[in-house]
């Protein structure tokens, strides 16, 4: 017998470990009555400082008698939500009965790929993941050689290699819609070695240190069901006759396919454009284009718990705002106790990003600074519009940063004050900074969003935002500025037979879950129209 109990409230001392007792007691049973327990859900209620709490919501299974004690718990404790509780778990559809010629393929090893490629294996059809990067253990060792000022490797960097764009994305697993898709691909990542709490944690967080484990996981997961992962194979061309897929020529060879998934990530620039060369039907789309704005971590905490010391049991505070106004400014992956990186995927580019460590424990906080750009502010009739802004840009800050890859900065209130900064504050990207006007690197929309927002910003603040607050920019990767068209049903291209677009690159996601999701619903239509 199964029931729900949500909204216990617990004080942010009180472990885990004693959600068993105040179970019990809410039912009016011995602990010991619980057969089995688990949390659904966790979150934290700070609308009021200094009275922080966990709130929770959790399956409870009994020995005894439900209804009656279901009527009894709800009488007793009106402010709590109790009843009769079913988890729902997602199945894969039964297997199509189409002939598939040889083996599927899919193209790109980020979140979408990953999880694309691990169902497909899981039922048998023996995918061959390609990837145009290096594995995740030589990617590490890439990355952190150009932290260090090293070369840039074009095809293995902070963008390119196993795992993709979201291996040194901060790891935050926040999703906007639910499911039991939605679980399914959370409870793969707490199997593949990520923390049991990303199953009910309402914000969860793995921290970039924890990503290239949970990857490799993934992919030796999907080699031990049949499936195989190529490293250094990047796609060149697509082999389309009769708007009907026949296989992709690599930088490996030619591969025969009938079936490929097309999980490029939002930077592959050059295969995009390929694509576009091919005839894929592809539309431009509205993106995010900003900045991103740097704070020290005690300033963060100091506004969101007030003069309580409670960072050892809440962790990093974070924020998510907006100043709304004729374009939106709004943060955007918000990376508490993190490091802003240097997002780059071409040599001759520079943009940033922000990560950070499972610890969060940098003295830094930083966030994306973003507006939604209209595709009227850029569009036309070239479909590539957007990708061409976005270059621009970062060509741009690259020759400001006098090719070296240094990160442009301007303090905060230098910026609405439009003057220079004089002297470089202090920062957390790694490979040195160059002093530099912030408004010369983004567009016009963005930077008239940052002088009406930011100042709105900072009064939500009481003037603490700004506050030793930097910029530094291009911040121009948040999200894809083309969608690769699909059928809402089949999850085909319209115009090639046999291709399945997925993903953030193909316009489909904005987050490692969601490309994740994403994946795994292209895999089951993939699934239920073929046969192995």
């Known amino acids: 017998m199964t029931l729900r109990i949500a909204n216990l409230r617990l004080s942010i001392d009180e472990p885990e470990s004693a959600l068993p007792t105040h179970l019990a007691r809410v039912l009016g049973v011995p602990a010991t009555e619980l057969t089995r327990w688990r949390i659904l859900r966790k979150s934290l209620d700070a609308r009021v400082k200094h009275e922080f709490h966990f709130v929770y919501s959790a399956e409870v299974v009994l020995h005894a008698d439900e209804d009656r004690l279901l009527a009894k718990a709800q009488r007793r404790h ?39 490629g691990y169902f497909l294996a899981e039922c048998g059809y023996r995918p061959i993941v390609l990837e145009r990067g290096r594995a995740v253990r030589e990617r590490i060792q890439d990355v952190h050689r150009f932290d260090a000022g090293g070369t840039f490797e074009p095809e293995s960097n902070y963008l390119f290699g196993e795992g993709g764009a979201g291996t040194f994305s901060d790891g935050k697993l926040t999703c906007r819609s639910s499911g039991s898709d939605v679980q399914r691909v959370l409870q793969l990542f707490a199997e593949c070695k990520g923390k049991p709490s990303i199953l009910y944690d309402y914000r969860p967080h793995l921290g970039s240190n924890r990503l290239p484990a949970i990857v490799k996981a993934i992919r030796r997961a999907i080699e031990a069901r049949g499936g195989e992962v190529r490293f250094n194979c990047r796609v060149e061309d697509l082999d389309i006759a009769d708007g009907t897929l026949r296989g992709v020529t690599t930088s490996s060879g030619y591969l025969p396919a009938d079936v490929v998934m097309l999980a490029i990530g939002h ?27 740097e704070q020290p971590q005690e300033s963060v905490n100091r506004v969101k718990y007030g003069s309580a010391r409670v960072e050892e ?134 930077r008239d969003a940052l002088t009406h927002g930011l100042p709105i910003l900072d009064r939500r603040w009481h003037g603490r935002f700004l506050r030793d607050a930097v910029l530094v920019g291009p911040e121009a990767r948040g999200s894809s500025p083309i969608r690769i068209e699909r059928d809402d049903v089949t999850r085909e291209s319209p115009g090639v037979a046999g291709l399945y677009p997925v993903g953030e690159g193909a316009g489909y996601a904005g987050g490692i879950v969601s490309a994740a999701v994403d994946g795994l619903r292209s895999a089951a239509a993939i699934i239920a129209k073929f046969s192995p």
Not at 87 to 98: I, L, V
Not at 392 to 408: D, N, S, T, V
Not at 429 to 435: F, I, K, S, T
């Open 78 to 116: 009106r402010d709590l939500q109790i009843d009769h509780y079913q988890a729902t778990t997602f199945e894969m559809p039964p297997r199509g009965s189409m002939p598939m010629r040889h083996r599927p393929i899919v193209i790109g090893s980020g979140p979408a790929g990953l999880v694309a």
């Open 267 to 293: 930077s592959a620039r050059d295969t995009i454009t390929m694509l576009v060369d091919r005839g894929v039907p592809i539309a431009p789309k509205p993106f995010q284009f900003g900045v991103r704005i």
């Open 313 to 446: 049991q809440l962790g990093s505070a974070d924020y998510n705002l907006v100043a709304r106004g004729p374009h939106d400014l709004f943060t955007f992956c918000m990376c508490a106790g993190g490091h802003i990186i240097p997002s780059v995927s071409e040599t001759g580019y520079f943009c940033t990003n922000g990560m950070s460590l499972s610890k969060r424990d940098s003295p830094f906080a930083n966030s994306g600074l973003v507006v939604t750009i209209p595709v009227e502010q850029f569009g036309g009739t070239d479909v590539l519009a957007g990708v061409r802004l976005q270059a621009q840009f970062e060509k741009l800050a690259f020759a400001i940063g006098r090719g070296e890859y240094a990160c442009p900065i301007q303090g905060a209130n230098d910026y609405l004050a439009a003057k220079p900064t004089t002297s470089k504050p202090a920062c957390s990207y790694p490979r040195g900074l160059v002093l530099a006007e912030i408004a010369s690197l983004v567009p016009a929309v963005v």
